[in-house]
T-cell receptor, first 115, second 111 residues
Framework: EAGVVQSPRYKIIEKKQPVAFWCNPI?????LYWYLQNLGQGPELLIRYENEEAVDDSQLPKDRFSAERLKGVDSTLKIQPAELGDSAVYLCASSPGMGELNEQFFGPGTRLTVL | GQNIDQPTEMTATEGAIVQINCTYQ??????LFWYQQHAGEAPTFLSYNVLDGLEEKGRFSSFLSRSKGYSYLLLKELQMKDSASYLCAVLKSGGYQKVTFGIGTKLQVIP
């Protein structure tokens, strides 16, 4: 069974440029998460989807960040415009479904560097 | 909000036993996870505790005391490959259960 797939693995951009990250969760997993992880810190939730519905986006900086999960499968996270402080690893995770105890399965992450 | 505290770094010797502690303060507690994260890699699930007591899984065990807001991860017979960060994460109940991660404990295993 394939794991959570993310692309790109690495991205280097200049500040004020847009950037997008893509995630394909494990097949059949209804719940999808986007996390931000800074060096030496734990993952911080940005947004959580149950199928195509964003059920928790309270930590998403909506002035510059957006996300979508059309059709409730793969998802895209966008930053526009990027700032220096956005440099971090962006992790995508999935779990089987709402209401169950679900361990999260993480993708390898996208390491973003904003210059 | 939630407060999750764990040591930032620990060092232990190959073959030894190490205990990584995690304390938390939260309302609506519904369980605690431990994840392992090797440098530059994604976190991987180790354990989940919701009831008080010890859960053993091979060389790794996890303990929970709900009344004390305390958990620990016990690693036995340490191997060099156990060098990684260990993340404590608290599950909060609600319509959509929410997981909050601690900062992680970076464990270095030395020969």
């Amino acid at each position: 069974e394939a794991g959570v797939v993310q692309s790109p693995r690495y991205k280097i951009i200049e500040k004020k440029q847009p950037v997008a990250f893509w995630c394909n969760p494990i097949s059949g997993h209804n719940t999808l998460y986007w996390y931000l992880q800074n060096l030496g810190q734990g993952p911080e939730l940005l947004i959580r989807y149950e199928n195509e519905e964003a059920v928790d986006d309270s930590q998403l900086p909506k002035d510059r960040f957006s996300a979508e999960r059309l059709k409730g499968v793969d998802s895209t996270l966008k930053i526009q415009p990027a700032e220096l402080g956005d440099s971090a690893v962006y992790l995508c995770a999935s779990s089987p479904g709402m209401g169950e105890l679900n361990e999260q399965f993480f993708g390898p992450g996208t390491r973003l560097t904003v210059l | 909000g939630q407060n999750i505290d764990q040591p930032t770094e620990m060092t232990a010797t190959e073959g030894a036993i190490v205990q990584i502690n995690c304390t938390y303060q939260t309302s609506g507690f519904n369980g605690l996870f431990w994840y392992q994260q090797h440098a530059g890699e994604a976190p991987t699930f180790l354990s989940y505790n919701v009831l008080d007591g010890l859960e053993e899984k091979g060389r790794f065990s996890s303990f929970l005391s709900r009344s004390k807001g305390y958990s620990y991860l016990l690693l036995k017979e340490l191997q060099m490959k156990d060098s990684a960060s260990y993340l404590c994460a608290v599950l909060k109940s609600g319509g959509y259960q929410k997981v909050t991660f601690g900062i992680g404990t970076k464990l270095q295993v030395i020969p």
